[in-house]
């Protein structure tokens, strides 16, 4: 791939939903002018490209994947292959840019843009999480892609901009944890809400849930009886993060619950 593509493919990608929400609007229909027409690769290839440019992204994916059915030999295949991933991508046909990336990596794999192919693989996913109420099976599937993506590329631009990712990711994740504990809160059912605020405590420690997740075992363990506990939790909160509504509100609940144990 060219240098000028390969920029230009990774500035948009780092863009990610940006470009995806303003290019979307003129993606044009897949079947317009992609009926069989036998030309040579480099026109094929440059009408693809020029489709691109303009914003008819189905239409410039289509092309792309013309290029390696009429080419499949040629060096353009290779090109285009990634291009129709990256121009699925921009049209959101996240399903056919993943297929078509993961295939360039099957072929390729040890091909200079496979860590971009691995990358645009992440980002598909991550373009897909959904709010926490609902499954978020796609939300793990992204966080193990932007894992990979760390793993076997570390120095590149895209492990850095992954890492971002995966921070966000951890918080969506906790978010849903805390749903799911909140909603048990509700019902009464309190070790099952321990349960989902610990996996948030000891998995997700870092992301902004922690604090309510401490206050919310207070809770739950002042319900239970099991006033050491609650003591436990607001000393961590205490210890942690000391300036917040949630360690005074752990603080309150410890004295009038267990006003016989002060917290450490």
Request: hydrophobic residues 35%.
């Amino acid at each position: 791939m060219t240098r000028s593509i390969r920029s230009k493919i990774t500035r948009a990608a780092l863009l990610g939903g940006v470009i995806a929400a303003t290019a979307a609007c003129g993606g044009g229909s897949a079947n317009e002018d992609v009926a069989y027409v036998a030309r040579d690769v480099e026109t094929l290839y440059a009408e693809a490209q020029n489709r691109l440019d303009s914003g008819n992204t189905q239409v410039a994916a289509a092309l792309f994947d013309e290029v390696e059915r009429q080419h499949p030999y040629s060096p353009w295949a290779r090109r285009a292959q990634l291009m129709s991933a990256f121009s699925y991508y921009i049209s959101r046909d996240y399903n056919k840019s993943i297929s078509n990336a993961q295939r360039f990596l099957s072929i390729h794999p040890g091909n200079k843009d496979a860590p971009y192919a691995y990358y645009l693989i992440a980002l598909c996913y991550y373009e897909q999480i959904s709010d926490v109420n609902r499954d978020q099976s796609i939300t793990e599937q992204a966080q193990t892609a932007l894992r990979e993506v760390n793993r076997r590329f570390p120095q590149t631009e895209y492990a850095a901009d992954a890492r971002l990712k995966l921070d966000l990711v951890a918080d969506h994740l906790a978010g849903k944890e805390m749903e799911i504990g909140r909603f048990y809160q509700r019902s009464g059912r309190w070790l099952a809400a321990q349960l989902r605020f610990r996996n948030v405590v000891e998995d997700f420690e870092t992301t902004s849930h922690t604090p309510e997740a401490l206050y919310r075992l207070t809770e739950s363990s002042l319900a239970l009886g099991i006033r050491e506990e609650a003591v436990k939790y607001t000393a961590v909160l205490g210890a942690n993060y000391p300036g917040t509504e949630w360690y005074e509100k752990a603080y309150e609940l410890v004295q009038d619950h267990a006003s016989d144990v002060t917290p450490s």
